[in-house]
């Protein structure tokens, strides 16, 4: 699970939870089955309006020692083109259980990552 951070042309920012999976310096989301308000999320129009995205997965224990966060900061596409979205799905579904027994029809967010940022308490 991690956190994805969009802002549209206005410069609002907006915060969303996502799953994710990694190929490289892509990482993949997917609008999925769960249920929404609206096809139009929020997030897509921000995409469209102003690319630039930042994803943030951490890890949080009652022991501190073993708190770590991982950040980047990447450039963001909205792919629904259904030849598109099946590499970016295949590489979902091998993440997750769930997507390979209900994959998404999409659209995909995918986002090249132009700079990565980690810390660890350790």
Known sequence: MARLA???GDGQPHLVPVTFAMDGD????AVDYKPKK???LRRLRNIR???RVALLADHYDEDWDLLWWVRIDGWASVVDDEQALQDPLD???ERYEQYRDNRPHGPVIVIQVDHWKAWSST
């Open 6 to 8: 969009t802002a549209g």
């Open 91 to 93: 590489v979902l579904a």
């Open 49 to 51: 309006e102003n690319p």
């Open 26 to 29: 892509l990482i993949y989301t």
């Open 38 to 40: 609206s096809a139009n």
